[in-house]
């Protein structure tokens, strides 16, 4: 906590610096923004989850004990405040012809572990944005584009939708280029930070990084009041390896890079008082994104170590609907479903063997989620119930990972929140 009230107070004096400027025209303008929650979350299963169950995938495989019951068969109760929030939103003085602001936004979700919180700070969100008539420039750590933050999940749990909704925030610089009154074009250039690829070191924003490529990606929006389009087409490029290990013992550099295509398409429709909005995103490697798929060993050169990969497809879809009774009700219902592909070549069984991939032994999974909204003024509260199921079987190494003998697993979650916005 100290090192919080620290990082608050050298802060203030940044944020203030522009009120002693006499020329009242150039001052920048803060405005503080955020919201106070609390959940109430109760599940009848054990879950793949991080940040104490407030992000939850899916129910756990089945884990047997001794007697042969299943370990995860046990439900869990949960009250939490992490979700909270805080915001330092920044108008400035116009630079280069361009209308200048900022975002930087926090949460108390950082550090955390498998035991608990430390309830620190963490950045969601610190960006600078230069707005011209008919484009604009976006430089700093903000929603990966494939997240579409005019078209993503309402709904209480913290996952966002995921796995059937694309989730990061990343370092980037993404320039938008309006081509008439509707259409917009975008590229960005996006670098791994918090959310990472899996691979031979584990979760790391190093397999990017030693690439020395950026993630790129493009983006082609159609936007009118009542409808929102687009798609969008994103090259991720990743060096799983510095170096090999060859049958002699001895280190031989690796300069090879693995090259993934994700694709992605969504549209939002206002049909009076109901809003429709539909997501898929189909691709390699998609870890980074928390959704499914990844790479694994396709052959190894025995002399010097040299590793082959291959991909497969991961292929995941969302729909919702919220319905607005009136201005303070709001029904809503979500759907999602995730489905891995097999790899495109045959896998390496040798003893070094390895897949690195998200929800590898996941078949399939889906959600129905439906929800209930009531607002007072600056108050929110909500309650959702989750049905999750997730089909595990046996990763098939001798079959381009198929995976074989899948069984669905289910949980059920209820949710009651609480949201004080200020």
Known sequence: MKKTFLFLALLIPVMSWGQTKENKETKPK?????????????????????LEGMYAAFPKKPELDANGEDINDQGALRELSLFSRLSFKVIGPDIFNAKTSGLIEFDAMGGV????????????????KLDWTKSSLVVGRTWHPFFVTSTFPIVLNLNTGIPYQPFSRAP?????????????????????????????????????????????????????????????????????????VGINNKKYKSTKLLYSNRFMAYADAILGKLEVKAKTTYGQNMSDLLLGGGYAISDIKKSTGEVTYTQNYNSATFVELLYKCDEQLTMA???????????????????????YAKYAD???????????????KN????????????????????????????????????????????
């Open 362 to 376: 996941v078949d399939y999974s889906y959600r129905i989620s439906p929800a209930v909204y009531y607002k007072v």
């Open 113 to 128: 572990g498998k035991g608990g919180a430390t309830n620190e700070l963490r950045f969601r969100h610190a960006f600078v």
């Open 30 to 50: 803060v405005s503080i923004h955020g919201f106070i929650r609390t959940d109430l979350i109760g599940d009848s299963r054990q879950n793949v989850y991080a």
């Open 172 to 244: 980037q610089i993404s320039f938008t280029k309006s081509l008439n009154e509707k259409v917009k074009a975008q590229i960005s250039a996006i670098y791994q930070s918090q959310y990472a690829n899996v691979g031979p070191d584990g979760k790391s924003p190093d397999y990017q990084r030693n690439a020395v490529v950026p993630n790129l990606n493009f983006l082609l929006k159609r936007e009118t009041k009542d409808f929102k389009a687009g798609i969008s087409y994103d090259l991720l490029v990743i060096q799983p390896d510095l170096y090999t």
């Open 333 to 355: 219902l979500f759907g999602g479903y995730m489905t891995n592909k097999q790899y495109q070549d045959e896998l390496y069984t040798g003893d070094e063997k390895a897949v």
């Open 379 to 422: 108050m929110k509260l909500g309650a959702e119930y989750e049905y999750n199921v997730a089909a595990y079987g046996d990763f098939d190494f001798n079959n381009k990972g198929e995976i074989d003998n899948s069984e669905e697993v289910s949980n059920h979650r209820l949710t009651l929140s609480l949201c004080y916005f200020f």
